[in-house]
C-alpha cells in the first residue's frame, strides 16, 4: 500500500462518516433507510425484492425497514396489476424528505470540496470518475454505488451509467420541483 492508498481510505471513511450523520440527523433513522428513500424517489413503484438487493439486505430486514418507512408515513405500499407484487412508492413527506436527505448529503460533499480550486476540482473529477467507473462488475453493483446519489447531477456523464439512466429528464423534473 501507498499514501494514496491510505489516504483514499482516510478520505472515504471520514466522508462517509459525516454524510451518515447528516442523514441520521434527518431522518432519525440509522441504517438503509436515506438510501431507501433516495433511492425509491427515482424508482418509484420498485418492488421490495428490487429494493432488497440494491441495499443488500435480508428480505426480512427490507420488509421491517419498510414496516418503519410506512409507519413514518414516508412510504406506501401499492398493488401492482396483477397483485402478486406490491410497489413500492414515497408519500408526499418521504418525497420532501427525500430532498432534503440529498441537500444534506450534498452539503457535507460540497464542504469536503471546498478548499480544492476550480481546476482542481476539475482535475479531482475526472480521476474520480476514472476510478468509480472501475468499480461496478454487474449492473446492481451500479445501483448499489449510486443508492445515494443525486443521479440528475450525472445524468448526461455518469462513469456509471446503469438503467436508471432512462430515467434521467424524470429525475431532473422532480428534484427541480423539491428544490
Known sequence: MDSTT????????AVSDRVEAGLRAN??????????????????????????QVLSLSHPGTV?????????????????????AVAL???????????????VRNDVLETTLNNLSEDEREI???????VLSA???TELDKHHICRQC??????????IP?????????????ERRHA
Open 64 to 84: 421491517r425497514l419498510i414496516d418503519r418507512l410506512v409507519d413514518d408515513g414516508l412510504v406506501e405500499r401499492r398493488k401492482t396489476e396483477d397483485g402478486r
Open 135 to 137: 468499480l461496478p462488475k
Open 6 to 13: 491510505n489516504l483514499l481510505g482516510a478520505l472515504t471513511r
Open 27 to 52: 431522518l432519525k433513522r440509522s441504517g438503509e433507510a436515506a438510501s431507501a428513500l433516495v433511492f425509491l424517489g427515482y424508482t418509484p413503484g420498485i418492488s421490495v425484492e428490487i429494493l432488497r
Open 89 to 103: 412508492h414515497l408519500t408526499r413527506n418521504g418525497d420532501k424528505l427525500r430532498i432534503e436527505l440529498l441537500n
Open 124 to 130: 479531482f473529477g475526472h480521476l474520480t470518475a476514472k
Open 150 to 159: 443525486s443521479v440528475s447531477l450525472c445524468s448526461s456523464d455518469c462513469p
Open 162 to 174: 446503469g438503467s436508471a439512466e432512462i430515467l434521467a429528464p424524470y429525475i431532473q423534473d422532480k
